[in-house]
């Protein structure tokens, strides 16, 4: 005869038994070896097939080149920016590349940037942030280095780390990052990441952005 603590026991040798076979059965059923980690999760990987689509934003033109999407995301100048006391917003002088951090009235911060300014002088709002975005290589990245252009929605486009840790997009076309070194392939305006990252956590989405 089993006493209580024996059938406790077998329970939990049950239980323990049936998780095991059901995480080598998921495994086995997604087609990859599962690898562990130390919180005890298990990730269950493989390559996609090469035929899997990948998705893109929608393409714009200018001068006869592709860009990311539309522009989006800008406010007609307005006569003097006049925020909110406790509102975080940016100043991004087009004249010397600086890059300052204000709460109300108060300046939290600025730092020199360096790159290209292609947005017009105006007010614009935060459209996206993002830690480690991926670049989208533009047909030109292609053609100056004699490779074959890939298609529009070819995963070879995305390209990660060109970008940083830390990237804001005041519109969809032109983002203000913390890659390691600027290029006129990437792009923007780079800010180093030490200075970018206390930026990037005090500006929510939809933040002013005054370029002057």
Request: aromatic fraction near 8%.
């Given at each position: 005869?089993?006493?209580?603590?024996?059938?406790t026991?077998?329970?939990?040798?049950?239980l323990?038994?049936?998780?095991?076979?059901?995480?080598?059965?998921?495994?086995?059923?997604?087609?990859?070896?599962?690898?562990?980690?130390?919180?005890?999760?298990?990730?269950?990987?493989?390559?996609?097939?090469?035929?899997?689509?990948?998705?893109?934003?929608?393409?714009?033109?200018?001068?006869?080149?592709?860009l990311?999407?539309?522009?989006?995301?800008?406010?007609?100048?307005t006569?003097?920016?006049?925020?909110?006391?406790?509102?975080?917003?940016?100043?991004?002088?087009?004249?010397?590349?600086?890059?300052a951090?204000?709460?109300?009235?108060?300046?939290?911060?600025?730092?020199?940037?360096?790159?290209?300014?292609?947005?017009?002088?105006?007010?614009?709002?935060?459209?996206?942030?993002?830690?480690?975005?991926?670049?989208?290589?533009?047909?030109?990245?292609?053609?100056?280095?004699?490779?074959?252009?890939?298609?529009?929605?070819?995963?070879?486009?995305?390209?990660?780390?060109?970008?940083?840790?830390?990237?804001?997009?005041?519109?969809?076309?032109?983002?203000?990052?913390s890659?390691?070194?600027?290029?006129?392939?990437?792009?923007?305006?780079?800010?180093?990441?030490?200075?970018?990252?206390?930026?990037?956590?005090?500006?929510?989405?939809?933040?002013?952005?005054?370029?002057?």
């Amino acid at each position: 005869m089993f006493n209580s603590k024996s059938v406790t026991v077998l329970f939990r040798a049950a239980l323990i038994l049936g998780a095991i076979v059901l995480s080598a059965c998921t495994a086995e059923r997604h087609g990859g070896n599962p690898s562990y980690l130390a919180s005890g999760s298990i990730i269950l990987s493989r390559q996609l097939p090469q035929n899997t689509p990948v998705q893109v934003p929608p393409l714009a033109m200018r001068d006869g080149q592709q860009l990311m999407a539309p522009l989006i995301g800008y406010i007609p100048p307005t006569i003097g920016f006049l925020p909110a006391e406790n509102e975080a917003w940016l100043e991004v002088e087009k004249a010397t590349k600086s890059v300052a951090l204000y709460i109300g009235k108060e300046l939290k911060k600025s730092v020199q940037a360096e790159g290209s300014i292609s947005l017009a002088p105006g007010t614009y709002a935060l459209q996206h942030k993002q830690k480690s975005a991926a670049w989208y290589a533009p047909d030109s990245y292609f053609q100056k280095r004699q490779l074959s252009v890939p298609a529009a929605s070819d995963r070879s486009r995305y390209r990660r780390g060109a970008l940083g840790q830390f990237v804001l997009f005041p519109t969809t076309t032109f983002a203000i990052h913390s890659g390691p070194v600027w290029n006129e392939d990437v792009g923007g305006l780079r800010v180093a990441q030490s200075d970018l990252s206390s930026i990037f956590f005090a500006l929510p989405l939809g933040a002013t952005i005054v370029v002057k």
